[in-house]
Structure formats: C-alpha cells, structure tokens
C-alpha cells in the first residue's frame, strides 16, 4: 500500500507540474472575467424581471382604482333614487376589489424593496467587475512583459552556451594543430639524424652521393666551357 500510495502521489506531482506549464494565467484571468460578466447579467435580467412583474401588478392595481371608482359613483346615484339595495350592492364589491387592491399593494411594495435589493447589488457588482477588470488587464501586461524577459534572456543564455561550445571546438582544433606541428617536426628531426628512413625519397644513399659527383663534374664542365669563351 506504502508503494502504491507513493507512486499516486509522484503521478499527481507530475500531473500539477504538466497542468502549471500548460495554464496560461492571462487565460484563466478572462475566464474569470466573463463568469463575472454572465453573473452581472443575470442580476441585471433579475431586476428587469421584477421591475416587469411590478409594473403588472401596478397596471392590474389601477384598473382595480378604476372599478373602484366606478362602484362608488353607481352606489351615489342609488342612493339619490332611494335604491338602496343598488347602493348596497355596489358598495359589496366596491368592498371586495378594495381587499384585492390591498393585497396588490403589499405584492407591489415587497417588489419595489426587491427591486432596490437587486439595484443595490448590480451597482456593487458592476463595480467589482470594473476593478477586477482593471487589475486582470494589469495583470495580463506585466505577465507578458514578464514572459518576453524570459525568452530573451532564455535566447541569450543559448547564445552564450552555443558560443561557448564553439568556443571549445576552437580551442580543440587549435590544440589538435599544434600536435600535428609538433609530430611533424620531430619526424623531420628524426629523418635528418637518420633515425627513420625517409621513404618518400627515391634511391638509397649511394646513388645520391653518385648524384651529387656527377651534378659538381657537370657544374665544372659548364664552368670551364664559359672560361675558353671569355678567353681567360
């Protein structure tokens, strides 16, 4: 279990250090954003709803005031003809829309304390929404600054490595020169003493000696050739 156990947690560190190198922060900070957005949309669509089921209830309040009105005035005219059973009648549902209209009021004013409730926090979220969206923009332009320093000093200690391994290959090479010089001048020191043979060279040693007879006997006749010409 101990293993297991370990080996789950060097996969799960593994995983949050793949999911760290993948997340770019200016992303998520414009996600963050627009959830901010929709959730301010909503609150103002809420207050739009309410403000749409007062405005309702207000109209079916004043058609209520209407009737209302209208009962009173019949039940005045009754009276006025000695019918008082009219009156009555009249003033029976003026009585029962007066009961409606009671409960409309209480409806309209719990909307209207709703309403200023939702106002209120549209106006709060509005203007948290404004600072994150300051701060996000912030945040996004010294993160990329920040990643375009990166990349440059990145670029540079690439360079700088890449020089120092011409550098290297330089230093090698020059190395490898000066032992190829030195080979070959003590191999030209060993052929001269006579230590190793020379087989680069055509004939032995006797025939070059004979060379050098017949080239002085050869030099000799040419000078004495020039002599009997020049008259001396």
């Known amino acids: 279990m101990g293993l297991f156990n370990r080996m789950g947690t060097v996969v799960k560190s593994k995983m949050s250090k793949l999911i760290d190198r993948m997340e770019d922060p200016r992303e998520t900070l414009d996600y963050s954003y627009e959830k901010q957005l929709d959730m301010l949309q909503n609150v103002k669509r809420g207050v739009a709803d309410v403000?749409?089921?007062?405005?309702?209830?207000?109209?079916?309040?004043?058609?209520?005031?209407?009737?209302?009105?209208?009962?009173?005035t019949q039940a005045r005219e009754?009276?006025?003809?000695?019918?008082?059973?009219?009156?009555?009648m009249a003033l029976e549902r003026k009585s029962t829309l007066v009961i409606q209209a009671q409960g409309l009021d209480q409806q309209i004013a719990e909307l209207e304390k709703e309403q200023e409730k939702l106002v209120a926090?549209?106006?709060r979220l509005s203007t948290k929404?404004?600072?994150?969206?300051?701060?996000?923009?912030?945040?996004?332009?010294?993160?990329?600054?920040?990643?375009?320093?990166?990349?440059?000093?990145?670029?540079?200690?690439?360079?700088?490595?890449?020089?120092?391994?011409?550098?290297?290959?330089?230093?090698?090479?020059?190395?490898?020169?000066?032992?190829?010089?030195?080979?070959?001048?003590?191999?030209d020191?060993?052929?001269?003493?006579?230590t190793l043979d020379d087989f680069t060279s055509s004939g032995d040693d006797i025939e070059q000696e004979l060379a050098k007879i017949n080239s002085a006997?050869?030099?000799?006749?040419?000078?004495?050739?020039?002599?009997?010409?020049?008259?001396?």
């Open 121 to 123: 926090a549209e106006k």
């Open 189 to 194: 020191e060993l052929i001269a003493v006579g």
């Open 78 to 88: 009754a009276i006025k003809v000695d019918r008082e059973d009219l009156a009555r």
């Open 51 to 72: 403000a749409t089921s007062k405005k309702r209830l207000q109209l079916q309040r004043a058609k209520l005031t209407q009737s209302m009105d209208k009962l009173d």
């Open 217 to 232: 006997t050869s030099v000799d006749l040419e000078l004495e050739k020039l002599r009997k010409e020049a008259g001396k």
């Open 129 to 187: 929404v404004e600072v994150f969206r300051t701060k996000k923009e912030t945040i996004k332009a010294q993160y990329s600054a920040a990643e375009a320093q990166v990349k440059i000093n990145e670029s540079v200690s690439g360079i700088s490595e890449e020089m120092a391994d011409v550098g290297l290959a330089i230093e090698r090479a020059e190395n490898k020169t000066e032992q190829m010089k030195a080979r070959a001048s003590a191999l």
